[in-house]
């Protein structure tokens, strides 16, 4: 018998996987993507907010002021960048009382070292900004993160501390059976004492499926727009506008790895699949970034990508355990990913109102991050090389990515072009892959043993390669 099922792989997911190997738990999460990050979290913006623009008086606040402030223990346990930027919502002229506001918001919140910065100090410190912003709050504590990367590394974790995970499990079924659940999948069937719905987009879907009403997830499609890494980051910190009523706004975020971000956009939606871009949201999001950054140049976007929020009508996160045994996570928008660690907490302390949660005695709290070849002076390059000629072989020319880095990423899981690409940033660069996919299916048709037809971007349907069956 399961303890605790986790149904969905995202970052809510993988964060509670995380948190719940601490504990003596028989525990499986279920995903139904062929890898992890595959749903709503892939399209993250990597930002760890502040928690300031959320009301001082919802959940999804303070759960994000507390995960802001836990991710820099886990990115040291977990070996994976965390950059503390920090962060600055500008104010141009008539907009400095809705900072001061947001400022108020912050203080409640209890939020360390936020102030307001004027027009001198912005110059002296980011000077790539428009020169007609008058004011800006500061926060110091956001940072970026890659979110994929936090996944992969929680998962690690939580692997080796002897939470199992199965992808390519999509949930059809769910039923409460005298005193556990049963959850089937299309490839298995499952028991469980305690069901955990961390699906994302489908979270409502989940829920309903187990017969439990919950808010309605409404998808809002955000477009973003990478610049080229070689152009290096426009601005040290995130920079947001005063935000509206359902968006944060166009933002330019520089990002882990070098490059500057600028988006999202914020459009409601029916369609759960569609992450399509298209030129009028590229043409807003150019014009809007361009606002705050007026040397922002359309030659510098190299590419563009599509990602959809759960959001619900009701605004908040929604966490709650509605029948015995069944613990619903849904409308897990922005702050989400900033919050994780602390929705996974405050699932953790439900939990323990209604059974013991002993802790591991030989519980592992670390992982070692794969090597980046990249990053590696030329010193630790040769020393790699040494140990392992596969490091000396560059496969991905725009990102420095060698074979050694992509044999390792097969051997921590990726069985996908996109997984590799998620661990290893191959694929990411300006030819994006048209040099190095290739190679790397070579790669992956030796280690993995499968004919290069049998090879997916993202899982079954996206093959690259269809046999001629004449």
Known sequence: ???????????????????LAKYQLNVTLLEKETELSFGVSKSNSGIIHTGFQDD????????????????????????????????????????????????????????????????????????????????????????????????????????????KIYCDNEVHSIAKINNFW?????????????????????????????????????PYKGEEFILDRHADRLTKRIVFPVPKKHTKGILIIPTVDGNTMIGPTSNEVTDKEDITTTKKHKDEVLKAAQKLAPSINEDLLIASFAGLRPTTREGDFYIKEEQN?????????????????????????????????????????????????????????????????????????CE??????????????ARTLDGIKFRTRSQMGRCHGAFCTSKIMAIMSEELEIPFDKITKRGQGSELIKRNEL
């Not at 499952?190 to 879907?205: P, Q, T």
């Not at 323990?352 to 592992?364: D, G, Q, S, W």
């Open 1 to 19: 018998m399961i303890d605790i099922i986790i149904i969905g792989g995202g970052i809510v997911g993988a964060s509670m996987a995380y948190e």
């Open 56 to 163: 001082y008086n919802s959940l999804k606040g303070r759960l994000a002021v507390r995960g802001n402030f836990l991710y820099r223990e886990i990115s040291r346990l977990l070996d994976f960048p965390f950059i503390p930027t920090g962060e600055l919502v500008v104010a141009f002229p008539g907009e400095k009382e809705s900072i001061e506001e947001i400022k108020e918001n912050g203080d409640r919140l209890g939020i360390p070292g936020i102030e307001i910065v004027d027009g001198e100090w912005l110059n002296k410190n980011e000077p790539m900004l428009s020169k007609e912003i008058e004011y800006a709050l500061l926060g110091p504590t956001a940072a970026v993160i890659n979110p994929w990367e936090v996944i992969y590394a929680m998962a690690e974790n939580a692997i080796s501390n002897g939470v």
């Open 182 to 218: 049963r959850v089937k999948t299309y490839q298995a069937e499952y028991e469980s004492r305690y069901v955990i719905n961390a699906a994302g987009l489908s979270a409502d879907k989940i829920s309903f499926m187990a017969g439990i009403k919950c808010p309605i997830i409404i």
């Open 325 to 397: 045994g069944f613990i619903n996570i849904v409308g897990i928008k922005s702050p989400g990913l900033t919050a994780a660690p602390a929705i996974a907490e405050y699932v953790v302390n439900i939990l323990a109102e209604n059974t013991t949660l002993p802790k591991k005695k030989k519980y592992n709290p670390k992982r070692k991050s794969m090597p980046r070849f990249r990053l590696l002076n030329t010193k630790e390059r040769n020393t790699l090389i040494k140990k392992d000629t596969d490091f000396g072989e560059v496969i991905c020319r």
């Open 400 to 413: 420095l990515v060698t074979k050694g880095e992509i044999k390792e990423a097969i051997r921590r899981g």
